[in-house]
């Protein structure tokens, strides 16, 4: 099952409720499609298959067309920076430095999840491209751990997910009491994008 579908988007919710009707943590869910734009890892595939090509052109015992090779290296060099930007787990190969971390601050502050009341927020923040999990606490929220959330994320596993979610229950029941008078102030659906 996709993080996208209709079903995990309402086992997420579920789950989310479950965890907010015993703490006065907020919990946000953000799945995003990735979280940076890596359009330069795409043009330096290009270039490096693009090069290849020029040596194959020019070092090949077989003789080819002066003229037509700055034409085939362009050619090369488009469809190389397509092939990248299309294939998720080639364009993965090359990310060296994940962007999920500034993302999930971003979102943070633009999913409203920074102006809790009792500054309970924490963000979930899953980019798929890069097959990551970040999360992003406000002042008053404890500190939890994105390993097992990672783990289900980069498995493609939307229940393990639900239940790594669930398994946060303990942590921020102790840290953060649910008191009679917390009101749920943001969404318990995840957003996508």
């Known amino acids: 099952m996709s993080f996208y ?20 943590a907020e919990i946000v869910v953000a799945v995003r ?11 330096g595939f290009g270039a490096a298959a693009a090069f290849l090509t020029l040596l194959v052109l020019l070092f090949y015992p077989r003789s080819f067309s002066v003229a037509a090779m700055p034409v085939d290296v362009l050619i090369v060099f488009g469809l190389g920076a397509l092939v990248c930007r299309r294939t998720p787990a080639l364009r993965r190969l090359f990310i060296r430095r994940p962007h999920t971390l500034t993302a999930a601050r971003a979102a943070f502050v633009e999913l409203g999840v920074s102006q809790t009341r009792g500054r309970t ?15 992003v606490r406000d002042l008053n929220a404890p500190e939890i751990s994105a390993t097992e959330l990672r783990a289900a994320v980069r498995r493609d596993d939307v229940d393990a997910f639900v239940a790594a979610l669930l398994a946060l229950r303990p942590t921020l029941q ?20």
Do not use: C
Not at 5 to 24: H, R
Not at 121 to 135: H, P, Q, S, T
Not at 174 to 193: G, M
């Open 5 to 24: 579908s209709k079903e995990a988007q309402a086992k997420v919710s579920v789950a989310v409720a479950a965890v907010e009707e015993v703490t006065a």
């Open 121 to 135: 927020g924490v963000l979930i923040f899953v980019a798929k491209l890069e097959r990551d999990v970040a999360i």
């Open 33 to 43: 499609a990735r979280a940076g734009d890596y359009g330069a890892i795409d043009l």
């Open 174 to 193: 102790a840290a953060l009491p649910r008191a009679a008078a917390d009101v749920d102030e943001l969404a318990n659906a995840p957003t996508f994008s």
